[in-house]
């Protein structure tokens, strides 16, 4: 059992190595937001934005423009989406109207 456990360390140990660390680095901010708030901001939107699509899709109402598993909504993907358009301070009604439009298009449930 102990061989196991160490050999299961090992090899967390080593893949934690294999992977880039993520840090968020937005080339926006909101409404003039600090860095943090503006990570606040998006991390809200983000879980805002699963739960929404969780609880439609749980409810019968299937949304019908952006096919994505809500756990795969995160505030990486919303930054990296975010800054293929964004630069400087902007309105978070900006950027929500943007990260619907840019998530329709690139998770569209529409199977060509």
């Not at 196991?4 to 190595?17: D, E, P, Q, W």
């Not at 309105?91 to 529409?110: H, K, L, P, Q, T």
Request: hydrophobic fraction near 40%; charge should be negative; charged fraction near 20%.
């Amino acid at each position: 059992m102990n061989k196991v456990i160490n050999v299961f360390l090992i090899f967390l140990l080593m893949s934690s190595k294999c992977f880039a660390e993520w840090r968020p680095e937005p080339k926006f901010d909101i409404e003039g937001a600090s860095y943090i708030e503006t990570l606040t901001f998006i991390s809200g939107f983000s879980y805002a934005l699963s739960y929404y699509i969780s609880y439609s899709n749980s409810a019968g109402k299937i949304m019908k423009s952006i096919c994505i598993e809500p756990r795969h909504i995160t505030s990486q993907l919303l930054i990296d989406l975010a800054n293929r358009n964004f630069s400087g301070s902007i309105s978070s009604e900006e950027f929500s109207a943007y990260i619907v439009e840019a998530m329709s298009i690139e998770y569209s449930c529409d199977v060509e």
